[in-house]
């Protein structure tokens, strides 16, 4: 069970005034959520226009390195970034500094091939299963099993249709026995109960503001780091049994 920090994501530069979007900032903002409490960090690199980019992987990832030596980094492959299947696979093979793992969407009609190619550079993988409909692709891929973990991400903005959607992707993975690691995270409404959900199951989360930025509380967080200081108390609050 670990707290990941997801430090920005594809938020806009006014979500927050603290959201980092240079490598220097990213790597200041990593630091302090390790300093936290985070166990690992997910980041959306940027470009000098402050737009995601596959390109700025390597100084992005060299520099919260430096500033968090030990601590493994993740990033996105989301389609989305470079809106362009063959500018996606060229910036992967290209990466010079290579993160500890990337995440990759099972709901993106080229998610097979990013996942061959991440193992191909020696790069973990977390396959991202938004719906049912990504698990049941990702459980009927030859090598599944080849992942680092699993993330169950879910978007609804209606907690009981999350949840039910979070319990069946779960039902799918286990009824193919996957026995990979999960973390399970939500975004903006569902971000604490699924924290307080990833306790009980003794599964991971990830906080920060890529998924919301409020307190558990409602009100506005300082940054990052104060996010991940909030996961990790509930976390340590206690485990159940499932």
């Known amino acids: 069970m670990i707290v990941q920090a997801c ?3 594809a938020r806009p530069r006014d979500f927050h005034p603290a959201l980092p979007l240079t490598a220097r900032a990213m790597a200041s903002d990593a630091a302090a959520c390790v300093a936290a409490g985070a ?14 980019s ?3 992987v390597d100084a992005t990832v060299l520099a919260v390195r430096g500033a968090c030596p030990g601590t493994l980094i993740g990033v996105s492959t989301g389609a989305w970034i470079e809106n362009d299947v063959a500018r996606t696979r060229e910036a992967i093979a290209g990466w010079r500094e290579l993160p500890d793992y990337a995440s990759v969407n099972l709901s993106e009609a080229d998610a097979p091939a990013v996942m061959e190619l991440l193992r191909q550079r020696g790069v973990g993988i977390e396959a991202g299963l938004a719906t049912t409909i990504d698990a049941e692709r990702f459980v009927a891929l030859a090598g599944h099993s080849r992942v ?7 978007d609804m903005q209606d907690l009981a249709a999350a949840l039910a959607e979070a ?18 995270h939500g975004a903006d409404a569902t971000v604490w109960p699924f924290v307080e959900l990833a306790r009980r199951k003794r599964w991971s989360t990830r906080v920060g503001l890529e998924d919301g930025k ?3 509380d409602g009100s506005v967080a300082k940054d990052n780091a104060e996010i991940v200081a909030a996961a990790v108390a509930m976390f340590r609050g206690g485990v159940e049994d499932r």
């Open 54 to 56: 596959l390109a700025a």
């Open 167 to 184: 319990h069946a992707i779960a039902a799918v993975l286990e009824r193919a026995e996957v026995r990979r690691p999960i973390l399970l």
């Open 148 to 154: 680092l973990r699993i993330l169950i991400e879910i």
């Open 7 to 9: 430090i920005n994501g």
């Open 39 to 52: 166990a690992e960090l997910h980041i959306h690199p940027r470009g000098g226009d402050g737009r995601e």
């Open 214 to 216: 409020t307190l558990a």
